[in-house]
C-alpha cells in the first residue's frame, strides 16, 4: 500500500484557477508550511488518484506532494507548472514547434506514460 503526506487544509492559500476537468478544478497556490507554490486539483471525491501518484517518481511526471483528505475538501497537491498543461501551452505559444522539438516532446510524454503502464 502506498503512503502519502496528508496535508490541511488550512495550509493552503489558494490563488486563481488554472483549469477544469471532469473530475475537478485546478488552482495555483501556496503551501504555507513548505513556503512552496503548488497546484492543487479539488476532487469530489477523494478516489485512487492519490495512492497511484504517491509512487510514481520521473522527471516527465509532475511531482505529487500530497493530499487534502478530510471532506468536503478532497484535494491533490502537485509540483506547479507555470506555464499550465502541455495543451495549453501549444495553444497560447504564438510559434509553431519545429520537427526536432516535437520529437523531443513526444519521446519525453512517452517515457512518462511508459511508467504508468
Given at each position: 500500500?502506498?503512503?502519502?503526506?496528508?496535508?490541511n487544509m488550512s495550509e493552503l492559500e489558494f490563488f486563481e484557477r488554472c483549469g477544469a476537468g471532469a473530475f475537478g478544478s485546478v488552482?495555483?497556490?501556496?503551501w504555507i508550511s513548505q513556503n512552496k507554490e503548488v497546484a492543487v486539483?479539488?476532487?469530489?471525491?477523494?478516489?485512487?488518484?492519490?495512492?497511484?501518484?504517491?509512487?510514481?517518481?520521473?522527471?516527465?511526471?509532475?511531482?505529487?506532494?500530497g493530499a487534502v483528505t478530510t471532506q468536503p475538501n478532497y484535494c491533490?497537491?502537485?509540483?506547479?507548472?507555470?506555464?499550465?498543461?502541455v495543451y495549453s501551452f501549444l495553444q497560447h505559444a504564438g510559434r509553431h514547434l519545429v520537427f526536432d522539438e516535437i520529437l523531443c516532446w513526444a519521446k519525453d510524454i512517452a517515457m512518462g506514460m511508459c511508467l504508468l503502464y
Open positions: 500500500m502506498a503512503y502519502f503526506c496528508e496535508i488552482y495555483r497556490a501556496h486539483k479539488k476532487l469530489l471525491h477523494l478516489a485512487e488518484e492519490a495512492q497511484v501518484l504517491s509512487v510514481l517518481s520521473h522527471r516527465n511526471i509532475i511531482q505529487f506532494y491533490l497537491v502537485t509540483e506547479y507548472a507555470a506555464n499550465g498543461s
